[in-house]
């Protein structure tokens, strides 16, 4: 979960980003930390639009070099909410064949899946899967399960870690990934989150309706 700081207000308001957009920045960050400056109109032109705060700021540009100022505000960008990314893209004014292959696969990306899942009641998708949902889907999911688990920004290591724990059986791996994305989330480890980053992953979307039944 993200939060934007209220301006001039001290309140916080807790915001997503969409999953789709995360992904998307995850599996272009090399190219990005080494095509894209952020000192200058990038970083002002994100703190311009409420994106990133004073700290932030100061934060990004106490790192050493270049690229790590890029990474550092690739970390912080999902974190800022469902806007960032797009005010990111505006931001690229001075990396125009960076900024037009963003928009290009940003087109790409399937919308929320709101008409898949209209049907589903809120009182399902806001809470968090059951036992049996888990199972349901990790018995259809497969080796996929790594990515929906990258997707719920579960690292590498918590992937490796299941793996350890459950050799030789795909199934229980990801059950117990999932188990472990409940856990440290509480009440945030929704359907819903979990349905969006099942799309984001372009996992089969009826596998949403086959985990429910």
């Excluded at 705060?53 to 070099?65: A, F, G, K, N, W």
């Excluded at 209209?118 to 059951?130: E, F, G, Q, S, W």
């Excluded at 050799?167 to 349905?195: D, E, Y």
């Amino acid at each position: 979960m993200g939060y934007r700081e209220g301006r001039g207000t001290g309140t916080t308001e807790t915001v997503d980003m969409n999953p789709q957009h995360k992904q998307l920045l995850r599996s272009l960050r090399m190219q990005l930390c080494a095509e894209v400056l952020v000192d200058g109109f990038v970083m002002q032109y994100l703190y311009q639009e409420g994106i990133l705060s004073e700290s932030h700021l100061q934060e990004i540009s106490s790192q050493v070099t270049s690229q790590r100022k890029t990474m550092m505000l690739l970390d912080i960008l999902p974190t800022r909410g469902p806007k960032a990314f797009r005010a990111f893209l505006e931001s690229l004014q001075e990396f125009p064949w960076v900024q037009e292959k963003l928009w290009a696969q940003c087109k790409e990306i399937p919308e929320y899946p709101a008409d898949k899942l209209r049907d589903i009641p809120a009182c399902v998708l806001n809470n968090p899967p059951t036992d049996k949902q888990i199972n349901q889907l990790a018995s259809r999911l497969g080796s996929e399960w790594e990515h929906v688990i990258l997707c719920l920004d579960l690292s590498q290591n918590d992937i490796h870690h299941c793996k350890v724990n459950h050799p030789c059986n795909v199934q229980s791996q990801a059950v117990a990934a999932f188990i472990m994305w409940r856990q440290r989330l509480g009440k945030k480890a929704t359907v819903q989150c979990l349905c969006n980053s099942l799309l984001a992953a372009e996992v089969d979307p009826s596998l949403i309706q086959q985990m429910l039944q």
